[in-house]
């Protein structure tokens, strides 16, 4: 039986104007250096807006990270639930296997983007239940989590949510959340939201039209 929370009309909506708001004040903003990049007919472009911002988590290994650690690489990020049992999974195998996708056919640029999951569900996705999880998917997925007051800041910094729903009977709950696949460009800065509805071709191609 599927148990994650679809997320409710309005609630689907207010997302779907965030990024629409999003992508309109970035009308005209390109990133430095690149005249050419931009989203696909199914991406959004955040350039231009305020979403981000440096914070400091900790890493599935243990080590305290911050986003400037990630200066000079462009960054794919997602935030879910280890314990997630159809969305956050779906959304990031493709979105990892679309990135596998555009390594093989860009040998040059492997290593240029940062895969980041970020749990928004610090209560029961400890460091082991992180590292098997990232581990599942890409061997650079780096898994991130924290007190439940800094994620809530960064959720906050990056435009997004995370909601603990009502236990059920056995004490099982489930989270309701932004699915956005966020990428930035390698000075922090937003860049656009990747379209991993349309599968791992579609985010292949999607970073093809970003990153170089």
């Known amino acids: 039986m599927n148990r994650h929370a679809k997320p409710s009309r309005p609630r689907f909506f207010a997302a779907a104007a965030m990024a629409a708001s999003l992508a309109l004040s970035a009308c005209g903003n390109t990133p430095s250096g690149d005249e050419t990049a931009g989203p696909s007919p199914d991406g959004v472009d955040l350039r231009g807006s305020n979403i981000g911002g440096n914070f400091e988590l900790t890493s599935h290994t243990g080590e305290r990270v911050k986003w400037s650690d990630f200066e000079g690489r462009y960054?794919?990020?997602?935030?879910?639930?280890?314990?997630?049992?159809?969305?956050?999974?779906?959304?990031?195998?493709?979105?990892?296997?679309?990135?596998?996708?555009?390594?093989?056919?860009?040998?040059?640029?492997?290593?240029?983007?940062?895969?980041?999951?970020?749990?928004i569900d610090p209560e029961r996705d400890t460091l082991d239940a992180l590292s098997q999880f990232v581990g599942a998917f890409h061997p650079r997925l780096i898994g991130l989590t924290g007190s439940q007051e800094e994620i809530d800041a960064v959720l906050k910094s990056y435009g997004a949510s995370g909601t603990k729903l009502p236990a059920d009977e056995r004490g099982w709950y489930n989270m309701s959340h932004t699915t956005f696949t966020y990428l930035f460009a390698p000075d922090g800065s937003p860049l656009g939201i990747i379209p991993t509805d349309k599968g791992a071709d579609g985010v292949a191609a999607e970073l093809e039209r970003w990153v170089n």
Do not use: H, W
């Not at 997602?78 to 493709?94: A, E, K, L, N, W």
């Not at 679309?98 to 492997?110: I, M, S, T, V």
């Open 75 to 119: 960054r794919l990020l997602y935030f879910g639930f280890t314990s997630c049992p159809d969305i956050c999974p779906t959304d990031v195998q493709r979105f990892t296997t679309g990135l596998r996708q555009f390594e093989e056919a860009n040998p040059a640029l492997e290593g240029k983007i940062q895969p980041i999951f970020i749990s």
